[in-house]
């Protein structure tokens, strides 16, 4: 039996996501799969349009932030657990997930649940398979990252639910993974989690991992009933990042904030935006108080956690190595009901939080153009080109030639 949310107010609260309807199947909207093609089409055309420079804050790699060197962290659990799910694979499978180092493959990626992806999808793998695959996600993120990444995906499924059961369109497993280069000790190579609401790149080179661009989000953010009746995610991002807004004083408020009307979506890092240029906006780090500064910390490292232990602790490191340079910015209200957007911006990560239109959800509001805290969006990225480890990748080729390089 299929569940329905009511028709709702364009806040969508906890309490009003909770009343339920019982009605009829419905089918799925037709010609979704020949809409998707031409769509993502279009968008990686155009998002592919110039070659890979990163997110800049002028359209100038700002250089020597990033260089290749041991971290003492080992990447072997990663590399085992790659090749233990590509052992899985049947040829045809793997010869459709395999690609290069160097292909584009790394920057096709994009949130909307039309996107054509490449590779092997949770959904037709057997459940050794799928297995092995989880696996891999588990060896390369922390605890919370592969349980925020299975909630993300599951809560898909709930909005399946919401949407007359449509599992064409949304569903648990309708996530796919890619594998660049060969999995390897001491070449490059990384993986790509590819689906609605998460996208996680995973570059890896000898005991270094970039980590980056790392999309997260959902909507509905809680579900309050169906299969999955009880996920709740991004509300630590949510509450901390106001909560953090708030102790800033007056006068540091006041350079942080960029608008208080929110009436859109905000984010600019999101997909097929590897160049933007992103000028630096807010109050900067060493403009805070030591207490503030811990504060600051804490609030980036409920982003950077998401990745494997050792690894977060050598990018905190990182990111505190450029903590006074680090701003924070601010738009829409603070309020315990408001929507938002916040950001964090550093010559090493830039990181987005976002109250979003509700999309999925569209039909259930009176105000579809009204951002709601049920629709959330984050992107985690690496400026100065090295999102999808690419500057590590440019240093690599420089010591080690490679026909294939550009």
Same mark, same amino acid.
């Given at each position: 039996?299929?569940?329905?949310?009511?028709?709702?107010?364009?806040?969508?609260?906890?309490?009003? *996501?909770?009343?339920?309807?019982?009605?009829?199947?419905?089918?799925?909207?037709?010609?979704?799969?020949?809409?998707?093609?031409?769509?993502?089409?279009?968008?990686?055309?155009?998002?592919?349009?110039?070659?890979?420079?990163?997110?800049?804050?002028?359209?100038?790699? +700002?250089?020597?932030?990033?260089?290749?060197?041991?971290?003492?962290?080992?990447?072997?659990?990663?590399?085992r657990a790659a090749e233990s799910w590509l052992?899985?694979?049947?040829?045809?499978?793997?010869?459709?997930?395999?690609?290069?180092?160097?292909?584009?493959?790394?920057? !096709?990626?994009?949130?909307?649940?039309? %996107?054509?992806?490449?590779?092997?999808?949770?959904?037709?793998?057997?459940?050794?398979?799928?297995?092995?695959?989880?696996?891999?996600?588990?060896?390369?993120?922390?605890?919370?990252?592969?349980?925020?990444?299975?909630?993300?995906?599951?809560?898909?499924?709930?909005?399946?639910? *919401?949407?007359?059961? &449509?599992?064409?369109?949304?569903?648990?497993?309708? %996530?796919?993974?890619?594998?660049?280069? !060969?999995?390897?000790?001491?070449?490059?190579?990384?993986?790509?989690?590819?689906?609605?609401?998460?996208?996680?790149? %995973?570059?890896?080179?000898?005991? +270094?991992?970039?980590?980056?661009?790392?999309?997260?989000?959902?909507?509905?953010?809680?579900?309050?009933?169906? !299969?999955?009746?009880?996920?709740?995610?991004?509300?630590?991002? +949510?509450?901390?990042?106001?909560?953090?807004?708030?102790?800033?004083?007056?006068?540091?408020?006041?350079?942080?904030?960029?608008?208080?009307?929110?009436?859109g979506n905000d984010n600019i890092g999101e997909?097929?935006?590897?160049?933007?240029?992103?000028?630096?906006?807010?109050?900067?780090?060493?403009?805070?108080?030591?207490?503030?500064?811990?504060?600051? *910390?804490?609030?980036?490292?409920? %982003?950077?956690?998401?990745?494997? &232990?050792?690894?977060?602790?050598?990018?905190?490191?990182?990111?505190?190595?450029?903590?006074?340079?680090?701003?924070?910015?601010?738009?829409?209200?603070?309020?315990?009901?408001?929507?938002?957007?916040?950001?964090?911006?550093?010559?090493?990560?830039?990181?987005?939080?976002?109250?979003?239109?509700?999309?999925?959800?569209?039909?259930?509001?009176?105000?579809?153009?009204?951002?709601?805290?049920?629709?959330?969006?984050?992107?985690?990225?690496?400026?100065?080109?090295?999102?999808?480890?690419?500057?590590?990748?440019?240093?690599?080729?420089?010591?080690?030639?490679?026909?294939?390089?550009?």
């Amino acid at each position: 039996m299929r569940i329905r949310w009511v028709r709702i107010a364009s806040t969508i609260s906890v309490a009003t *996501l909770g009343v339920l309807l019982l009605s009829s199947q419905q089918p799925p909207p037709s010609g979704f799969p020949e809409r998707a093609a031409r769509q993502s089409a279009n968008a990686e055309k155009s998002g592919l349009a110039e070659p890979f420079r990163g997110i800049t804050t002028s359209g100038t790699v +700002q250089p020597g932030l990033f260089s290749i060197r041991s971290t003492g962290v080992s990447t072997e659990p990663v590399r085992r657990a790659a090749e233990s799910w590509l052992s899985t694979l049947s040829p045809a499978q793997r010869d459709k997930t395999t690609f290069a180092i160097e292909d584009e493959e790394w920057r !096709k990626w994009m949130n909307q649940h039309f %996107y054509v992806r490449q590779g092997v999808s949770f959904l037709e793998m057997s459940e050794p398979q799928r297995h092995a695959a989880i696996g891999l996600l588990r060896a390369s993120l922390s605890a919370r990252g592969l349980q925020l990444t299975r909630d993300i995906m599951r809560l898909n499924h709930t909005l399946a639910e *919401l949407n007359n059961n &449509d599992f064409e369109q949304y569903g648990e497993w309708l %996530y796919w993974i890619t594998i660049m280069g !060969k999995p390897s000790a001491t070449e490059p190579w990384g993986w790509q989690l590819d689906g609605h609401h998460i996208i996680i790149n %995973y570059f890896v080179l000898g005991d +270094q991992v970039v980590m980056t661009p790392v999309f997260a989000g959902s909507e509905p953010v809680t579900a309050l009933a169906g !299969k999955y009746k009880g996920i709740s995610i991004l509300q630590e991002e +949510q509450n901390d990042g106001r909560a953090f807004f708030l102790g800033l004083t007056e006068a540091q408020r006041a350079k942080a904030l960029i608008r208080l009307s929110k009436t859109g979506n905000d984010n600019i890092g999101e997909a097929f935006k590897d160049n933007a240029v992103v000028e630096y906006a807010g109050v900067r780090g060493a403009e805070l108080e030591p207490p503030q500064k811990k504060r600051l *910390l804490d609030l980036i490292h409920e %982003y950077v956690r998401n990745m494997d &232990d050792g690894h977060a602790k050598v990018k905190m490191a990182e990111v505190a190595s450029h903590l006074d340079e680090t701003r924070f910015s601010w738009i829409g209200g603070s309020a315990p009901d408001s929507v938002f957007y916040y950001r964090i911006h550093s010559p090493v990560i830039l990181i987005e939080f976002d109250h979003q239109q509700p999309a999925g959800l569209r039909h259930l509001t009176q105000n579809p153009r009204a951002p709601i805290r049920e629709h959330v969006h984050t992107v985690v990225r690496t400026p100065n080109g090295n999102d999808y480890g690419k500057d590590l990748l440019r240093q690599h080729y420089q010591q080690h030639p490679h026909p294939h390089a550009h």
